[in-house]
Structures are given as C-alpha cells and as structure tokens.
C-alpha cells in the first residue's frame, strides 16, 4: 500500500513538475524578449542623454550609475523558483526606465526653453554646409594645425576645405550681408572671395573663388549661390576654402555645420576635420 501511494504521488509530482517546465519553455521567450527590450531601452536613453548633454550643457558626462542586469542566459535557465523574481526583475527596471524619461524630458524641456530672440539667433547661426551635394568626404581639411602645400611646414589653418569641383555652387550657411567682396589676379592669400556678416558676432569667409555672384550691401538668404568654386588666388586645386569668425576670432567651422546632416554623417566630418593633412591653400 505504501509503494503504492508513493508510485502514484511520485506520479503526480512528476506530472506537476513537467506542467510547470511547459509553462516555462511558453513564457522564457517571452521574458527575453522584454528583458531585452528595456536594457535596450536603457542603453540608448543613456547615449542620447549623453549626446544631448554634452551638445546643449557643453559638459562631459559619464554614466557612473550601475544597476542590475538579467542576461538572456538567466532567463532561459530559470527555474520555477525564479519565475516571481524574474517578474520583479522586469517590473522594476520598467519603472527605473519610466522614472529616467521623466525626468530627463523635464530636464531638458527647462534647459530648452528659449525666447524669440534665441530663435531668431539660432536660425541665423552658420549650419548650412556650403558646398552642392552636402557630402562629409568633401571635407578634405579641417580647422587649426596643418601642413602648407607651398613651403610643407605646420601652420595654422583658419578654416576648413572642401574640395568641389571647379564652377560648382557656392551657398550662403545663413542669412547675413554680404560686407566685402573681392577680386584679384594675385597668385596669393584668399583670391576670389566674399565675406558675409550673419549678425550676433557670426561672419563667414568663402574663398578661391572663380566667380562672384553678389555685391557688397545685399541680404542673402540662407543657401542662396554667392559664387562658384575655383582656385584663385594661393591655391593649389579647386576648392572652397571656408571660414567662421566669432566676435573678431576663428573657430572650427565643423562644429556648426549640422544642417542636412544625419547624426552619423556628423561624426564623419567631424572625424575628417581632425585628420592631420595638408591643406589646398
């Protein structure tokens, strides 16, 4: 009798024991799959907050919060005993997510709050890529250090090139006017060139032009043809050479030139402008 009743009990243990495998092996997926989604979540909430701060606060930030992570493997090994915590698990990190998308939108919605007067400056930042096609290999040189192409020594270059072919179009990066143009014959400096003053310190210079096509005293509009490229002036090979004046100094043109791009092409000119080379003029 005893054998008996444990035969069936163990039976039954058994029958209970392969129920709850089955129910494991139906829900598993199911759990990786969310488990996944949210650490993706999070892995990528992190790098935008990264970007954003660094971009709009001018800060470095570094991710020191380490929390608790469930790996796919943990999940498909889990045992009916770890089922509840499994669930907790996934209940707590979506609230950790909900948490951190508030209050990094109110973050940031308070930081962004901007007047009609820092509109009005923004749109007439110089963030238009002034060449045709608006390609990041076309960036050829960038800003500071370089080689000169005439005598090979370390220079300064106050700007950066694009090299374009000759008689493509050359557009304003912003509104602005047109405060000097000039054209010469001399085999030397900025050759053909316009200057162009966008108002809150901003100026902008396009060089080596072959043709002018604006005078002084014109408003132009942002990507408006100011000219065309050539290779006037100390220039070994058509292109643009292009400048940023801020508040009488030059700065790297490459950090302003976000219009048209995508995030990845960004990075990409930005990694050709700090390319040590030789420059084309």
């Known amino acids: 009798m005893i054998a008996l009743y444990q035969s069936f009990s163990g039976a039954g243990r058994t029958a209970g024991l392969q129920a709850e495998n089955k129910l494991l092996r139906s829900h598993n997926p199911v759990l990786e799959q969310e488990v996944s989604m949210i650490e993706q979540t999070l892995t990528h909430l992190i790098k935008i907050d990264k970007k954003l701060s660094d971009r709009l606060f001018n800060t470095t930030t570094t991710n020191k919060t380490k929390s608790s992570t469930l790996s796919k493997q943990q999940v498909l090994h889990a045992g009916i005993g770890d089922f509840q915590t499994i669930i907790d698990f996934l209940y707590v990190r979506s609230a950790q997510l909900m948490e951190k998308s508030i209050r990094k939108n109110a973050a940031f919605s308070s930081k962004l709050t901007v007047t009609k007067d820092q509109v009005l400056k923004m749109q007439n930042l110089p963030t238009l890529l002034p060449v045709e096609n608006q390609q990041p290999n076309m960036l050829v040189s960038g800003f500071g250090e370089r080689i000169n192409p005439f005598h090979k020594g370390k220079y300064n270059h106050p700007g950066v090139d694009f090299a374009v072919a000759r008689g493509s179009s050359v557009h304003a990066s912003a509104p602005g006017t047109v405060i000097r143009t000039r054209r010469t014959s001399l085999q030397a400096g900025y050759g053909n ?14 060089a080596h032009l072959e043709s002018i096509k604006v005078k002084k005293g014109q408003q132009v509009e942002k990507g408006m043809v100011v000219g065309t490229v050539g290779s006037s002036g100390g220039s070994v090979a058509p292109h643009l050479h292009y400048e940023v004046i801020r508040n009488g100094a030059h700065v790297d043109p490459a950090q302003y030139l976000l219009e048209g791009l995508t995030s990845d092409e960004y990075g990409a000119l930005l990694e050709r402008a700090s390319e040590q080379n030789q420059s084309l003029d």
Not at 193 to 206: A, K, M, P, S
């Open 193 to 206: 060139y316009i200057v162009i003053d966008h108002g809150n310190g901003f100026v902008t210079r396009y």
